[in-house]
């Protein structure tokens, strides 16, 4: 769920740390388009199993 507390629409690219690379991210219109990919760990540069998923949402 993405609130928007403004009083103005705006565009907001939303992240989200998942554990599995099968998901998708639907809208009130139903599917909405997202890139998913693996993530590393910043310090180590291992692959934990942890999948990043970007989508950008219009907030009305």
């Known amino acids: ?10 565009l907001e690219v939303v992240e989200l740390l998942v554990s599995s690379p099968l998901v998708g991210v639907t809208g009130d ?7 998913i990919e693996p993530y590393f ?16 949402q219009y907030c009305e």
């Open 1 to 10: 769920l993405v609130y928007n507390s403004e009083t103005y629409q705006r």
């Open 29 to 35: 219109d139903g599917p909405v388009r997202a890139q």
């Open 41 to 56: 760990d910043s310090v180590t540069g291992e692959f934990k199993g942890n999948y990043l998923i970007f989508s950008r």
